[in-house]
């Protein structure tokens, strides 16, 4: 049974730190890993997609990177702002299934 | 484009009444899902389903009933509610690819269900 780990459960950081959220996964026949974001009593919002042939992906200050064989993906935010607080999970796609299964998430405080 | 809508927000249920969680899309996915989110377990997957009148069970099916009427809509039934069903529900949508979730997920904002 595939299960993810993230790692830490929650961070603090002071405003324009680069910061770097970690999440490892068992099984490694995974067919994509995604990247989330949830604000408090919300929903959760996209952020990257990697495909198992990806090593990875960037979207602004944002970049996600996979190593399969290891089992770890990191989600790497530059100059962190106060609006980055949220919690990240991290979802892998195990191929020929049509479950994600989640991490916990991480927390992640951005201090002014 | 309004993605993947859920109605209500919230809800507060006795035990043992039953009620339906209502999940619409409009970006034409035929894969839709639904999952629940509880304190310290994550998102769990509860039922998917890859069309119209095909829905299987998740990780967690107990207590709950899906259909699959229309390419839209996909509503989770709870048919005699129980506190353990306390939790946040999502919906998702997204494309598939054979027998896997092809491309990223698109979930909703979210109904927040209180079972006293």
């Known amino acids: 049974k595939q299960e993810v780990t993230q790692i830490p459960a929650a961070l603090s950081v002071p405003e324009g730190e680069n910061l770097v959220l970690n999440c490892s996964f068992t099984?490694?026949?995974?067919?994509?890993l995604q990247w989330f974001r949830q604000d408090p009593g919300k929903g959760l919002t996209s952020l990257l997609l990697?495909?198992?042939?990806?090593r990875e992906q960037t979207s602004g200050r944002l970049n996600a990177s996979l190593d399969k064989s290891s089992g770890r993906s990191t989600l790497y935010i530059a100059a962190s702002q106060p609006g980055d607080s949220a919690t990240y999970l991290c979802?892998?796609?195990?191929?020929?299934?049509?479950?994600?299964?989640f991490g916990k998430g991480t927390k992640l405080s951005v201090i002014p | 484009n309004a993605g993947v809508t859920q109605t209500p927000k919230f809800q507060v249920l006795k035990t043992g009444q039953s009620m339906t969680l209502q999940c619409a899309q409009d970006m034409n996915h035929e894969y839709m899902s639904w999952y629940r989110q509880d304190p310290g377990m994550g998102l769990r997957l509860i039922h998917y389903s890859v069309g119209a009148g095909i829905t299987d069970q998740g990780e967690v099916p107990n207590g709950y009933n899906v259909s699959r009427s229309t390419t839209e809509d996909f509503p989770l039934r709870l048919l005699s509610a129980a506190p353990s069903q306390t939790s946040v529900y999502f919906c998702a949508s997204g494309v598939t690819s054979g027998s896997t979730l092809y491309n990223e997920q698109f979930f909703g904002p979210g109904t927040r269900l209180t079972v006293l």
């Open positions: 990697i495909q198992s042939s990806q």
């Open positions: 099984d490694s026949a995974i067919y994509n």
């Open positions: 979802a892998v796609n195990v191929a020929g299934s049509y479950q994600l299964t």
